[in-house]
């Protein structure tokens, strides 16, 4: 506390020896020493709280535990949470929320809100802990999918096994850099998948061996091309293709024709022979494509499919051609590949042209032949396992040919003709699948840790075996995402995958469904329509077991369903589906259904566990209480996390529809017991059903999330009427408990600071945290009737008040009990207790001020109710009393000190200083005042000032009293003492505000001492000086003056003129007045040779008119003395008794023309007259009469014979 530390005063450095109030204050911010925080106390283990016992005791317990249920549960269930890690292994803080992105991988806008929940019921405790790293519950198997289900007979797969080995035997193709070469590592895997033995593998690939080998063949589609030459005049070309293979040639044939570009329709360059029919490339099957009119950009989109004998050294080649005439190139072509040998095949390569004119114009020469557009060989060799798209650069058939542009293939080599049983069998489709579900079977037990998040990652040797088998089978990339849907799903519901995979694989069904959806054969489809609905149906039973299988506790289990219903949703929104499947139910009307299925069953599963039907009376209590527990806590999780990811996703309101079920089933679980218990209500069951009530109505808050329309139809509204005696009972009981915990609370309470950091003691704890647990119990209580919420609150407010009022009454009777040590003034417990009613005081008025009042409160919109707003002013009030009481019997043991030192500052003599005899006085508070700050907070401290000040005015004003006919130094000691105490109580605008200071008592003393301490004539002075301030507040009670006033510099006079009166008071019988005015210059020792006039006595007239002239010859320095005036005395004359007084007015000589300002003009005359009202002396004026007439000069005696004189003139007012 830092009020009154920091004194400068000059008296306190010449006289303290003692440790300074600022050298206490710089101390205690250093230490960093504090008031009481103005936040209500949780209680600890220092507090009365924590020494609870007996019958008051375990009540309060029972109510926080019901007020705390929840962090109750936290501390009672709370497992050690060691799986929540945070990046790279480290711990995740405790205190804030962690990086949710290092937990939610998957995260994405909607987790935000979801996660942010899941870390708060984590640090609340609502549900246990959020073990990001623990798996999630083991999901069931779907019908009918048993893992046995899968497992094929041992005779299908030795003939799996052989179909896989075949695949390995007779690989083509360019491996990929992810693909195993090596063919005995591929061998030794497919023995582990398919569990052989070294002789089976032996057997078998004997077997392979001897089998018959596949023939291949050469898919080509021949896309597009861009920016060919333009041949024609018109800046374009008619461009077509025209494709074969090339059979296979020696190395050293191939070194040979290097330089020259085989080519289908090759014309004989200048000065070149051809020697044989050898310089002819034989080509096989050769096809054309379609001539593109005009363009330089053609697209084709055609399909051809090439025999192959040679994989390793056939080429596919491919010229492109400017078509210059009309002859039908595919007609020749046809011929062509009627011929059957090379020598056949020579001759009509070098007719090709002629036999494609064969109708042409006559005599047709080599200047009408096609024009070369460029042309590629590509090997058969170099393409890759998994086929070639791709785009090729077009190349010259010559060093001389010029050509551009290039040309977009689609290649793949298969297989036909497979000499394998399942081939036999089966389609390639069943084949691939069945090959597949077998891989991802032993994958997937290689994959023990966190098998429940895997996401199809293959192997080496298995990718390289699917790759070889797919390709070989001629699937289509859509053919091949619907196998791999198909055995990922089935296998997902014999051991859980991971759903996101599962979603991507969706995807990939989507991107591929196009014009290849057109060829697939109806088992193909019938078999992707069962596995959606195989898959749907699984999922939906999932979704039945939703609070088993998907915890909001496990953020795993959370993820999980999340991409679960992205998979539902994908599902229903594929064009797949709504083509395979089109007469499924909407999506929406089947989760629904499940959900309410899986609600109804969970319920039940509660309702055995926990349900109290059947037991008598209160034992069916804890029961009822379990149950609606259960369901808050389930409603609550349904709303914060499965809500808004079914809404997002799935576009179901589950918690709607979970509400709905639950509240209903809730409402009729309770009905019976709950009238049963209230019919007999007895003081054992209130705590039960007040618990009961609490959580009902929070489940029934719960409703504010469902639609309006939805209101009308809830069984919940309308309970909270069965419970109202219950609730009246346990408030009535909270009242009597807190009453007797107060009691407690002081008996045990030492009135000993609790800590270092608080100047209050533990039964202030106590209180405070009494009244708070009740105000929490009010909050969560929420009665919605709002004449029963009225009538509730306002008897709360009543009790919180006088067990308010009561704590101080218990700590007055225990300090009063206490005795005083010999000689301490300051007790150290009284100023504790002073603390403790201060401390409460504010936690009361906190609290009050938090209570929720219904409407018919009354108030002002946004304050408070105006009945709590006058009880809350009464209680403070009260309060505030009850700590000035305390306060003064705190300083009653301060009075004798304090006369001491003011007596000792009286009887000093005048040789003495000032500082001097002040000193002991000031040294005495200064160490009082110590102790003080030490032990009273900010407030109470204050308090204790002002009432030391008030204290040490009445003492000085007694010493004054006892002190008559002293000299005036006496006077001037006490003046300045009382200044030296303005500064020590100011402290430099840390303490007491000068207003307050300067305020009641002070002013009486101040003026009292500044009078005495002041000369006869000085006294006189400010009589008139008080005059001139005096204002009057019945203006037109005594009437006006108009008088004019000016200084003629030249004649060194004072002229006044007398105009006018108006509105006198009537002082003779006839109701009117024989009025005249005296003017007079005052003070008179000022104007000593001034003496007074006066103007014509006026008969019968409240207004009389003067229009007289008066003149002072005075000197213009006396005029501008600060006292000099001229006063105006109203005076009716009587012709037989004394003139009576009728009024009067003064006019500051200072402020008049000539001599404030300077004359402007030649008649000072013409100026605007002064208007004066007419007033009588006040008592502020009377105060220096009173000085005066204790003095016995003669200039004093003279001025109050005087004054005396006008007063019996004046009469009755």
């Not at 204050?25 to 949780?42: Q, Y």
């Not at 705190?890 to 000792?904: E, P, R, S, W």
């Not at 003129?1057 to 006839?1070: G, P, T, Y």
């Not at 016995?1192 to 004054?1203: G, H, I």
Request: glycine share 6%; with cysteine; hydrophobic share 40%.
């Amino acid at each position: 506390m830092s009020t009154l530390l920091d004194i400068k005063s000059s008296v306190l450095r010449q006289v303290q020896r003692s440790q300074s109030f600022r050298r206490r204050a710089d101390e205690a911010v250093a230490s960093g020493a504090a008031g009481p925080s103005s936040s209500l106390p949780e209680g600890g283990p220092e507090t009365g709280v924590a020494r609870e016992d007996g019958e008051d005791g375990d009540f309060f317990s029972k109510m926080k535990m019901i007020l705390k249920k929840k962090e109750t549960r936290q501390r009672l269930g709370r497992l050690e949470v060691r799986g929540a890690v945070g990046p790279k292994g480290t711990a995740a803080p405790a205190a804030v929320y962690p990086d949710l992105s290092v937990y939610f991988p998957k995260a994405n806008s909607l987790w935000g809100p979801i996660a942010t929940f899941l870390w708060l019921a984590l640090d609340r405790g609502r549900w246990g802990v959020l073990h990001s790293s623990a798996p999630p519950p083991r999901e069931p198997l779907g019908p009918g999918h048993a893992a046995e289900n899968l497992m094929p007979t041992k005779k299908e797969m030795e003939m799996l096994f052989e179909e896989a080995l075949y695949t390995v035997c007779y690989r083509s193709g360019v491996a990929s850099p992810d693909h195993v070469v090596n063919e005995d590592e591929l061998f030794d895997y497919l023995q582990k998948v398919f569990g052989m033995s070294s002789s089976e593998l032996e057997a078998a690939l004997h077997r392979v061996k001897e089998a018959k080998p596949p023939a291949y063949s050469l898919k080509v589609t021949v896309v597009r091309a861009k920016n060919l030459l333009a041949k024609d005049a018109n800046g374009f070309s008619d461009p077509y293709c025209m494709l074969g293979i090339l059979i296979g040639q020696s190395p050293r044939e191939l070194g040979e024709k290097k330089e020259r570009k085989f080519s289908f329709r090759k014309r004989k360059e200048k000065g070149e022979k051809r020697n044989s029919a050898r310089d002819v490339l034989p080509a096989k099957y050769i096809q054309v494509t379609e001539v593109k009119n005009s363009t330089l950009n053609p697209v084709w989109n055609e399909h051809f499919l090439f025999e192959i004998d040679d994989a390793a050294n056939d080429q596919l080649h491919l010229d492109i051609w400017d078509h210059d005439d009309d002859v039908s190139v595919a007609e020749a072509c046809k011929k062509l590949n009627e011929v059957i040998g090379f020598k056949g095949m020579g001759r009509y390569f070098k007719q090709i042209v002629k036999s494609a004119r064969a109708n042409g114009t006559a005599g047709a020469s080599e200047d009408n032949a096609d024009d070369f557009l460029g042309c590629l060989n590509i090997p058969i060799r170099e393409i890759p396992v998994a086929g070639l798209d791709k785009w090729f650069k077009l190349e010259p058939r010559s060093s001389s040919s010029r050509v551009q542009g290039d040309c977009h293939l689609i290649l793949k080599l298969i297989t036909t003709q497979r000499d394998t049983s399942m081939s036999r069998r089966m389609s390639g489709f069943q084949v691939h699948g069945l090959l597949l579900s077998q891989l991802l079977q032993f994958e997937h037990g290689q994959d023990q840790p966190e098998a429940y998040g895997w996401k199809g990652e293959l192997s080496g040797p298995a990718v390289t075996i699917l790759c070889h088998h797919g390709t070989q089978m001629d699937l289509s990339a859509l053919q091949l995402a619907m196998i791999h849907w198909q055995a990922s799903s089935q296998h997902h519901q014999a051991c859980s995958l991971d759903y996101g995979y599962l979603l991507e694989l969706l995807g990939t069904i989507q991107e591929q469904w196009g014009e290849a959806a057109a060829q697939l054969p109806r088992e193909q489809e019938e078999s992707l329509a069962n596995s959606f609905i195989s898959f749907v149906e699984h999922a939906l039973l999932l979704l039945r077991q939703l609070r088993e299988l998907f915890p909001v506790t496990n953020s795993n289990a959370i993820s999980r369903l999340e991409f679960l219903l992205r998979c539902l949703s994908q599902i229903h929104s594929l064009q797949p589906f709504r083509m395979v499947c089109p007469f499924q139910n909407e999506l929406h009307v089947d989760i629904a259904t499940a959900l309410k299925k899986g609600t109804q069953d969970w319920y039940e599963r509660l309702q055995r566990s926990r349900s109290p039907l059947g037991k008598p009376g209160l034992e069916c209590l804890p029961g009822l209480i379990s149950l609606a527990d259960a369901v808050y806590d389930d409603l609550q999780a349904s709303h914060s996390v499965y809500g808004k990811l079914f809404v997002s996703i799935v576009k179901v309101d589950l918690f709607g529809i979970t509400y709905r079920q639950l509240e209903k089933m809730v409402a009729e679980e309770v009905q019976a017991p709950v009238e049963e218990l209230s019919a007999g209500l007895e003081l054992g069951s209130a705590p039960g059903l007040f618990e009961l009530y609490i959580t009902l109505a929070e489940i029934q808050r719960l409703r504010v999330y469902l639609p309006t329309k939805d209101s009308p139809a809830l069984a919940l509204p309308g309970f909270h009427t069965q419970f109202f005696p219950a609730i009246r009972l346990w408030l009535q009981t909270l009242r009597d408990k807190t009453r007797q915990r107060l009691q407690r609370a002081v008996d045990m309470d030492k009135l000993e600071p609790m800590d270092p950091s608080s100047k209050h003691s533990s039964s202030a704890a106590d209180a405070t945290l009494c009244f708070s647990q009740t105000q929490e119990l009010w909050a969560q209580l929420a009665w919605p009737e709002s004449a029963e919420a009225l009538d509730l609150v306002t008897q709360l407010t009543e009790d919180i008040c006088e067990a308010a009022l009561y704590y101080p009454e218990l700590l007055r009777k225990k300090v009063d009990a206490r005795p005083l040590a010999l000689g301490e003034a300051v007790s150290e417990p009284l100023c504790i207790a002073l603390n403790n009613v201060e401390h409460v005081r504010k936690a009361t008025g906190q609290v009050l001020r938090s209570l929720e009042w219904p409407e018919p409160g009354g108030g002002s919109p946004g304050g408070l109710p105006r009945a709590l707003k006058n009880r809350l002013l009464a209680m403070d009030e009260d309060l505030q009393r009850e700590a000035r009481n305390m306060i003064a019997h705190l300083t009653a043991k301060m009075v004798g000190d304090i006369k001491k030192y003011v007596q000792h500052i009286s009887l000093s003599p005048d040789s003495i200083q000032n500082e001097e005899a002040v000193a002991p006085l000031m040294k005495y508070l200064d160490d009082k005042l110590i102790l003080l700050s030490d032990s009273l907070v900010k407030e109470n401290l204050c308090r204790v000032l002002e009432a030391l000040w008030d204290l040490l005015l009445q003492v000085i004003l007694q010493a004054l009293g006892a002190n008559r006919d002293v000299s005036a130094e006496f006077y001037r000691r006490f003046y300045y003492t009382l200044e030296a105490l303005v500064d020590f109580f100011h402290a430099e605008g840390q303490g007491l505000p000068l207003e307050s200071l300067r305020d009641g008592h002070y002013k009486t003393l101040e003026e009292e001492l500044r009078l005495n301490k002041c000369s006869t004539n000085e006294c006189i002075e400010q009589y008139y000086l008080d005059k001139l301030k005096q204002r009057s507040m019945e203006q037109n009670k005594y009437g006006r003056l108009s008088v004019r006033c000016y200084y003629e510099a030249a004649e060194q006079r004072l002229a006044v003129e007398v105009l006018h009166a108006a509105d006198l008071i009537a002082l003779d019988a006839n109701g009117l007045s024989d009025p005249f005015v005296i003017v007079e210059l005052c003070p008179h020792h000022i104007f000593p040779l001034a003496r007074s006039q006066r103007t014509q006595v006026k008969a019968k007239t409240l207004h009389p008119v003067y229009d007289e002239l008066f003149h002072f010859s005075v000197p213009a320095e006396l005029c501008r003395h600060r006292a000099a005036c001229v006063v105006f005395t109203v005076m009716d004359h009587d012709w037989l008794s004394t003139n009576d007084f009728a009024g009067e007015a003064a006019l500051a000589l200072s402020s008049i023309s000539g001599l404030s300002r300077p004359q402007v003009g030649s008649s000072m005359r013409s100026m605007q007259p002064t208007t004066l009202h007419l007033r009588r002396p006040k008592a502020n004026v009377k105060s220096a009469l009173r000085m005066l007439e204790g003095r016995m000069d003669r200039e004093a005696q003279e001025f109050v014979k005087k004054l005396k004189e006008m007063e019996k003139s004046m009469g009755d007012d």
